[in-house]
Structure formats: structure tokens, C-alpha cells
Antibody, heavy 122, light 114 residues
Framework: EVQLLESGGGLVQPGGSLRLSCAAS????????MSWVRQAPGKGLEWVSA????????YYADSVKGRFTISRDNSKNTLYLQMNSLRAEDTAVYYC???????????????WGQGTMVTVSS | DIVMTQSPDSLAVSLGERATINCKSS????????????LAWYQQKPGQPPKLLIY???TRESGVPDRFSGSGSGTDFTLTISSLQAEDVAVYYC??????????FGPGTKVDIK
């Protein structure tokens, strides 16, 4: 079964750091671009960051550029999001999502994790 | 950035009746070289992650009931649920991937039972 499982969320103070993980199973992880998408409480979906299958190309939304770093370890079938200088407005459920097609990032996501909650508050 | 808008914000439809959700993009998401619209639709039920329903504006994802259909081209798109079922109560989002990987979602449309 194709599956994504996020972990690493929690409560952190403004200015703090957190690292999210997303463990993938059931597909050839290295063949697919992956993304992080977040959803603030009661709000809509916001794309955060994407990474190519090889990990050689990374992309960020302006709202997180310079603060968040996406990476992947294809030997461990795991995607990461390092979040630094966190702000209250980063409070959200963070989902990892698998791209629909093999190869280059398309940007439509056929598999999503259950999400991990990040709360930034003092 | 490509801005996505949806209408209505919410709608209530009787069981078995048709539900129609509109999505508009601030610029065309039709890629002329392959004549494909880079537009997807997702369904999100409370407490669950989004689920892909439609991609390329009208291609139904595997396992999605055929009462769900997508149409439109360029900047104007529609998701239609031909005969609403109780399990279709959810928020529906459109998303453009024309400017991939810089993606944008619509604000969502909440569908309820009347």
C-alpha cells in the first residue's frame, strides 16, 4: 500500500526550530518529486516547498524562503522539512504529498500523508 | 502568482441532486504545447487530508466515482457532482499546477446536504 506518514510536529516558541519527517512506503520514492503543503486551522491549503526525486532541485514559497529547508534521504525513503525562525503564522497542519507522475515535478498530488500539527506560540 | 478563485463559498444540495462548483484562474493554465489544462480538483473531508479527484481539468483519478466530473479550459473550470451522496459532504479545492512547482489552490467550496 502506498503510504506517507509525517512526524515531528509539536508546540514551539516563536523564533524556534522544528524538523518534520515524512516516511514513504509502497512506491519507488526516489522516482517522484515530493512537496510539503500546509493548512492553518480552519483555512485553505498553501503549498510550502517541493523537491525533485534526486533531491537536486528545491523550491520554496516566498512565505518560507530563507527559513525552511526541504531535503530527502532516498536511502531511507524519507522526506524532511527543517523549519527555523518560526512565526505564529506558521501554525498549521503540515502535509507531505507525492507527485502524480514519475520524473519531473508536475504539481498534482495523488498521495497525501495524514498531516502533523505545528503550533508556534509562547 | 496565479490566483485561484472559487464560487460559491458554500452550497447545500439535496441528496441525488447536482452540485456545481466553479473555479477561475487569474491567467490561463492551458499549456499550448500539449493542449492540457494544468488544473486539479481535491476533496477534503473533516479531519482528513485532501484527496485527488480530477487532474488535467477533466481526468478522473483512479477509484473516483463517475458522478464526479471536471470541465473547462483556459481560465474557467467546473467540478460537477451529478448526484450528490451523503459521503460527498466535504470542502472542494481547485489547484493550478501550470506554474509548477509554484502551486496555488483556490479558497475552497464547502458542500453540504440540504
Amino acid at each position: 500500500e502506498v503510504q506517507l506518514l509525517e512526524s515531528g510536529g509539536g508546540l514551539v516558541q516563536p523564533g524556534g526550530s522544528l524538523r518534520l519527517s515524512c516516511a514513504a512506503s509502497g512506491f519507488t520514492f526516489s522516482s517522484y518529486a515530493m512537496s510539503w503543503v500546509r493548512q492553518a486551522p480552519g483555512k485553505g491549503l498553501e503549498w510550502v516547498s517541493a523537491i525533485s526525486g534526486s533531491g537536486g532541485s528545491t523550491y520554496y514559497a516566498d512565505s518560507v524562503k530563507g527559513r525552511f529547508t526541504i531535503s530527502r534521504d532516498n536511502s531511507k525513503n524519507t522526506l524532511y522539512l527543517q523549519m527555523n525562525s518560526l512565526r505564529a503564522e506558521d501554525t498549521a497542519v503540515y502535509y507531505c504529498a507525492k507527485d502524480l507522475i514519475v520524473g519531473a515535478a508536475l504539481g498534482a498530488f495523488d498521495i497525501w500523508g495524514q498531516g502533523t500539527m505545528v503550533t508556534v506560540s509562547s | 502568482d496565479i490566483v485561484m478563485t472559487q464560487s460559491p463559498d458554500s452550497l447545500a444540495v439535496s441528496l441525488g441532486e447536482r452540485a456545481t462548483i466553479n473555479c477561475k484562474s487569474s491567467q490561463s493554465v492551458l499549456y499550448s504545447s500539449n493542449n492540457k489544462n494544468y488544473l486539479a480538483w481535491y476533496q477534503q473531508k473533516p479531519g482528513q487530508p485532501p484527496k485527488l479527484l480530477i487532474y488535467w481539468a477533466s481526468t478522473r483519478e483512479s477509484g473516483v466515482p463517475d458522478r464526479f466530473s471536471g470541465s473547462g479550459s483556459g481560465t474557467d473550470f467546473t467540478l460537477t457532482i451529478s448526484s450528490l451522496q451523503a459521503e460527498d459532504v466535504a470542502v472542494y479545492y481547485c489547484q493550478q499546477y501550470y506554474s509548477t512547482p509554484f502551486l496555488t489552490f483556490g479558497p475552497g467550496t464547502k458542500v453540504d446536504i440540504k
